[in-house]
């Protein structure tokens, strides 16, 4: 994806002048609804074969990436996809203005992805929920940086103090001589 199509923060945009989206098929029927200004695409579309427009409608998505949320959680060489790139750690608005009948706990409404691995996400329904994941992600980090990191650190210095090189000498700690 392009940086023209990457969002921040600061650029989303959540007002504007009302735009709709259009699906016309062949035969004049046509189906339209509200295309938000976050969205990226537009899903408009003529020509349609008359039988396909509940399948196209169906698959009607609005959406809008945040991969410049964070930095990837992730080293190099971890996590990456084909292309070489880490697909980690980024946050996708989506909205399905069906219903699929096949997937009827399928949200009409737009929602939040925060993919935490490459593996791993969780789906936002409101701003609470997003809320309620950025409080435990802080509890994480938090527990990672008041325990982890001076434990860590002690346990980091206590082997340059005490393990030998192959000269036998105690290698001093970081930043000492």
Same mark, same amino acid.
């Given at each position: 994806?392009? !940086?023209? /199509?990457?969002?921040?923060?600061?650029?989303?945009?959540?007002?504007?002048?009302?735009?709709?989206?259009?699906? /016309?098929?062949?035969?004049?029927?046509?189906?339209?609804?509200?295309? !938000?200004?976050?969205?990226?695409?537009?899903?408009?579309?003529?020509?349609?074969?008359?039988?396909?427009?509940?399948?196209?409608?169906?698959? $009607?998505?609005? @959406? =809008?990436? @945040?991969?410049?949320?964070?930095?990837?959680?992730?080293? %190099?060489? &971890?996590?990456? #996809?084909?292309?070489?790139?880490?697909?980690?750690? @980024?946050?996708?608005?989506?909205?399905?203005? @069906?219903? #699929?009948?096949? $997937? !009827? #706990?399928?949200? +009409?409404?737009? +929602?939040?992805?925060?993919?935490?691995?490459?593996?791993?996400?969780?789906?936002?329904?409101?701003?609470?929920?997003?809320?309620?994941?950025?409080? =435990?992600?802080?509890?994480?980090? &938090?527990?990672?940086?008041?325990?982890?990191?001076?434990?860590?650190?002690?346990?980091? &210095? #206590?082997?340059?103090?005490?393990?030998?090189?192959?000269?036998?000498?105690? /290698?001093?700690? $970081?930043?000492? %001589?």
């Amino acid at each position: 994806m392009s !940086p023209e /199509t990457t969002a921040s923060a600061a650029e989303l945009r959540t007002s504007g002048e009302p735009r709709t989206w259009r699906i /016309t098929a062949t035969n004049g029927l046509s189906v339209s609804g509200y295309l !938000p200004p976050w969205a990226y695409e537009d899903p408009s579309a003529s020509g349609v074969d008359p039988h396909l427009l509940p399948v196209l409608l169906v698959d $009607v998505e609005l @959406f =809008r990436y @945040f991969h410049d949320v964070i930095d990837p959680l992730v080293g %190099p060489g &971890d996590g990456l #996809d084909e292309d070489g790139h880490v697909t980690a750690y @980024f946050c996708a608005i989506t909205c399905r203005p @069906f219903a #699929d009948r096949d $997937v !009827p #706990d399928l949200p +009409v409404h737009p +929602v939040l992805t925060v993919q935490v691995t490459e593996t791993d996400e969780t789906v936002c329904h409101d701003p609470g929920e997003l809320a309620a994941l950025i409080a =435990r992600l802080r509890a994480h980090t &938090d527990h990672l940086d008041q325990h982890v990191l001076p434990a860590f650190t002690a346990i980091h &210095d #206590d082997w340059r103090i005490h393990h030998r090189t192959a000269a036998g000498r105690p /290698t001093p700690p $970081v930043g000492q %001589p």
